[in-house]
C-alpha cells in the first residue's frame, strides 16, 4: 500500500517564525489533504491539494506530484498555530492514509 | 448540519463491556468513514460507507468491531466486549460524493478509555 513519511516529527520554534514541513508519498495519488489536529483532537482541514500551490493567508502548500512530496508553509508563525500537522492520501476505496504527523510548539 | 458531530465526546468503559459510538455526517454527503486514532499516533482507517453500503470493511481490527449506517445519515461503531488496546479517539468524517478527489470532514471524535 501506499506509504506517507513526513518531516521533520518534531519542530519548535519562536513566535514570528517561518516552517515548511515535508509530507512523501509512495505512489501517485488523486489526493492529499493537509490537516492541523489542535490540543483539544479536533482536525482542521487546511488544503486539499492534489497538484499545483494554494495560499491560505500566512499558510501555503505545494504539491509536486511527478515528483511525490508536499510542501506546507507557515509564515510569521503565532502561538495558535502549535499542534500537530498531518498529511494525508487516498487510498484504495477512498480512505485517507495518514502519515505520522509534524509536531509544531511556537513559543512566545 | 453545520458540520459533522460525534458522541459521546469521552466513554470510560470496564474490560468487557460493549460500546456505541455515534456519528452524525454533514447534511447530504453520502461518504462516511471510521478511524482511529492513538495516543501520538497518525490515524488508522476503519471502514467507509457509501449511503448505507460499506464496500470497504478492510480496517476493522477484529470481530468485535461492526458499523452500520441508516438511512444514509446516521452511522454508529459498535465494539464488542471491550478491551484496554481499544482505548483511542475514534473519528468519523464525512465527504459530499464518496468517489474520492474530495475532502473528507472530520467530527470532533469519541476518547474512549477502557479500563
Known amino acids: 500500500g501506499i506509504q506517507v513519511e513526513q518531516s521533520p516529527p518534531d519542530l519548535i520554534l519562536q513566535e514570528g517564525a517561518n516552517s515548511t514541513l515535508r509530507c512523501n508519498f509512495s505512489d501517485s495519488v488523486n489526493n492529499l489533504q493537509w490537516f492541523h489536529q489542535n490540543p483539544w483532537g479536533q482536525l482542521i482541514n487546511l488544503f486539499y491539494?492534489?497538484?499545483?500551490?494554494k495560499q491560505n493567508g500566512r499558510l501555503s502548500a505545494t504539491t509536486v506530484a511527478t515528483e511525490r512530496y508536499s510542501l506546507l508553509y507557515i509564515s510569521s508563525s503565532q502561538t495558535t498555530d502549535s499542534g500537530v500537522y498531518f498529511c494525508a492520501v487516498e487510498g484504495s476505496n477512498y480512505q485517507l492514509i495518514w502519515g505520522a504527523g509534524t509536531k509544531l510548539i511556537i513559543k512566545p | 448540519g453545520a458540520g459533522v458531530s460525534q458522541s459521546p465526546s469521552n466513554k470510560v468503559t470496564e474490560k468487557g463491556k460493549d460500546v456505541e459510538l455515534r456519528c452524525d455526517p454533514i447534511?447530504?454527503?453520502?461518504?462516511l468513514y471510521w478511524y482511529r486514532q492513538s495516543l501520538g499516533q497518525g490515524l488508522e482507517f476503519l471502514i467507509y460507507f457509501q449511503g448505507n453500503s460499506a464496500p470497504d470493511k478492510s480496517g476493522l481490527p477484529s470481530d468485535r468491531f461492526s458499523a452500520e449506517r441508516t438511512g444514509g445519515s446516521v452511522s454508529t461503531l459498535t465494539i464488542q466486549r471491550t478491551q484496554q488496546e481499544d482505548s483511542a479517539v475514534y473519528l468519523c468524517?464525512?465527504?459530499?460524493?464518496?468517489?474520492?478527489?474530495?475532502?473528507?470532514?472530520f467530527g470532533p471524535g469519541t476518547r474512549l478509555l477502557v479500563l
Open positions: 447534511s447530504g454527503h453520502t461518504a
Open positions: 468524517a464525512s465527504s459530499l460524493g464518496g468517489k474520492g478527489q474530495e475532502t473528507q470532514y
Open positions: 491539494i492534489p497538484s499545483g500551490t
